[in-house]
Every structure is written in C-alpha cells, then in structure tokens.
C-alpha cells in the first residue's frame, strides 16, 4: 500500500520569506500524481499544486513550486514570499494513475504559521 | 460552478442514533469521493463513486457505514448506531477525469459529526 510521510508537524516563517515543507511517499507504482493541499482553519480543503510523476519538470503556480525527486521518492512545496494567508495546515497527497480509483492517500500534514 | 457542497455543516448526535451526510458533487464530475479526517490526521479514503455505481470501499467502511449515489447525481453517507469513535469530519470530494491531464479532486467543506 502506498504511504505518504510528513516529517515536520509544525513549521513557522516570517512573512515575505520562504519555506518549503518535506512530504517523501513509497510506492511500487512507475506513474502517479503527487499533490499538495491546504486546509485553513475551519475551511475547506484547496489544491495548491500537483505534479505527474512522469514528467520531470517540476510544477510551478506563482509563489508555490515543488521540488519533486522521483528516485528520492521525495516531493517537498516551497512557498516564496510567504503572506500570512499562507498559514494553514498542508497535506501532501498521492494517487495513482492508473486504474478508475485515483483515491488520495495522504500524510498527516504540516501546521504552517506565518508570522507577520 | 458552486463547488461541492455538503450538508449539514454540523451535527452532534448521540450514541446509537443513525445520522445521515448529504454530498453535492460539482455538476458534471462524474466521480465522488468519501473521506473521513480525525483530529490531528490527514483525510483518509472511505469509498468512492462512478456515476451511481460504488465502486470501491474501504476496510475502515464498516457495516454500519452505508453510502448511495442515486441517479448519479448527489450522495448521502449513512451512519448507523453510531458510536463515539464515529466522531470525525466526514469530506466529501469530485472529480471529472480528463484525457491528458491530472484528475484533480475537489473537497467540500466537510461535515463534522460529534457523537456524545
């Protein structure tokens, strides 16, 4: 069964700064897709970047990239110029892409403050 | 669009009542998610819907736990006699698969369930 690991519980950073959190996953599978959510405080779940496992290329959405590591099994999501409606928890997430269930399987998250 | 919808937002219940979750789907997502999060956890995958067929469900879906998807269209989880442990926040995501890109699943706010 795939696994999804986030080693750091909680993280802070200064506003306009940057920080990256870690999410590493094992998985036999050769194709999949990696995400990473934010959940705010008693707000719903929002996409916040996702990257395919066969392309290379790490994936980019304006102040959030990934560095994405595939023989490392590692996906970690930089955050630049932090603003304090970053602060959330964030969970990283996998599926496969294979198959017609694309179920996430996701790790326990990181608790972001962003600290003005 | 007016995003997954989920009803209630709240419910508290006590030990042995029968509770039910209603799911709206984003229109036009043919696949639906269930999920259950716990204080401190990542969300983790409950069952899942194609159109109205269920086509998967976890080990953690007792039988206690029943979910429908008439017509394809919304959902509705059904918990009977439920039990302390029951006391979770119950997710509710959508997805439309498309050729050549990542299928991308989007959450409901969620319903919370606190059990007496």
């Known amino acids: 069964a795939q696994t999804v690991t986030q080693s750091q519980p909680e993280m802070s950073v200064q506003e306009a700064e940057t920080v990256t959190l870690s999410c590493t996953y094992d998985t036999s599978e050769s194709d999949y897709y990696l995400f990473w959510y934010k959940q705010p405080p008693s707000r719903q779940m929002i996409l916040v970047i996702r990257?395919?496992?066969?392309?290379?290329q790490n994936a980019t959405e304006n102040r959030f990239s990934v560095n994405f590591q595939k023989a490392a099994k590692s996906f970690s999501l930089k955050i630049s110029d932090s603003q304090l409606g970053d602060a959330a928890m964030y969970f990283c997430a996998y599926s496969d892409s294979g198959g017609s269930n694309y179920k996430l399987t996701f790790g326990k998250g990181t608790l972001l403050t962003v600290n003005p | 669009d007016t995003g997954v919808s989920q009803n209630p937002r709240h419910k508290i219940t006590k030990r042995g009542q029968n509770v039910t979750f209603r799911c709206d789907p984003i229109s036009e997502h043919n696949r639906l998610y269930w999920y259950r999060q716990t204080l401190g956890q990542g969300p983790e995958f409950l069952t899942y819907?194609?159109?109205?067929?269920?086509?998967?469900k976890s080990r953690l879906l007792s039988d206690r736990f029943s979910a429908e998807r008439p017509k394809g269209s919304f959902s509705t989880l059904e918990i009977q006699r439920t039990e302390q442990g029951d006391s979770a926040m119950y997710l509710c995501?959508?997805?439309?698969?498309?050729?050549?890109?990542?299928?991308?699943?989007?959450f409901g706010p969620g319903t919370r369930l606190l059990v007496l």
């Open positions: 819907f194609q159109n109205e067929a269920q086509l998967e």
């Open positions: 990257q395919e496992a066969y392309k290379q």
């Open positions: 995501a959508s997805s439309l698969p498309t050729s050549g890109d990542v299928e991308t699943q989007y």
